[in-house]
């Protein structure tokens, strides 16, 4: 079965510093893959996604996610944090099924910025 | 930009009631989808429909029912609330059937059941 791991349930990194969240999935068909991003109160916001060609796929405010097949990776790295970078981020992979195409979601990671 | 408005942020409501949360999206979409998100689980699907009319099961329907009489409007039913189903509830749409859409989301209706 499908699933998305997230490595680090709560990750802390100090303004202007690397963050990289991990995401690991697991499928047995070549997947199709998205991280969104929550802000607090409001729903998810997709900020980028891989379906084909380019494994280095860049997004929205100064993200980027790597897809790399051979460790079934897509982690999600910015190269200086900001203090609005704070949200939760969530790993998707979407998927085919035997009676519809569904997305699933990891569990989210909560980024945390210190001043 | 697409729009997905969710007809309440808050909600409290008494077990055993019907409780009825709405959901509008403006930009023409197919599909249309409710997740319940709860910390820890990421989101879990409930319900998603693909036309008007049609609706399929997602991964947790028990206690859930769904109405999707113009395209623009999908709607969740809890037929009797109870206690487990306090929780965040998502509306989302995307443009079409495939596996490379994203989805647009809503801001979210927060349901406390009493």
């Known amino acids: 079965a499908q699933s998305v791991t997230q490595l680090g349930s709560h990750v802390s990194v100090s303004e202007g510093a690397l963050v990289l969240l991990r995401c690991n999935y697991s499928?047995?068909?070549?997947?199709?893959l998205f991280w969104y991003v929550q802000y607090p109160n409001q729903g998810l916001q997709l900020l980028l996604k891989y379906t084909t060609g380019a494994t280095l796929v860049k997004g929205i405010n100064g993200f980027e996610a790597e897809f790399k097949k051979s460790e079934t990776s897509f982690h999600l790295t910015k190269p200086s944090a900001h203090m609005s970078d704070a949200a939760e981020y969530f790993c998707?992979?979407?998927?085919?099924?035997?009676?519809?195409?569904?997305?699933?979601f990891g569990p989210g990671t909560s980024l945390s910025v210190i001043p | 930009d697409v729009k997905v408005t969710q007809s309440s942020r808050y909600l409290v409501k008494r077990t055993g009631e019907k409780v009825f949360l709405e959901c509008v999206q403006d930009m023409d979409h197919e599909n249309m989808f409710w997740y319940r998100q709860d910390p820890g689980l990421g989101l879990r699907l409930i319900y998603f429909?693909?036309?008007?009319?049609?609706?399929e099961k997602g991964d947790i329907p028990e206690g859930y029912s769904v109405s999707r009489e113009k395209k623009e409007r999908f709607s969740l039913i809890l037929e009797s609330a109870s206690t487990n189903q306090t929780s965040m509830y998502l509306c989302?749409?995307?443009?079409?059937?495939?596996?490379?859409?994203?989805?647009?989301f809503g801001d979210g209706t927060r349901l406390s059941i009493l």
């Open positions: 499928s047995s068909v070549p997947p199709y």
């Open positions: 998707a992979v979407s998927v085919g099924g035997t009676s519809y195409d569904k997305v699933i």
């Open positions: 989302a749409s995307s443009l079409f059937a495939g596996l490379n859409q994203p989805q647009h």
């Open positions: 429909s693909y036309d008007v009319k049609m609706k």
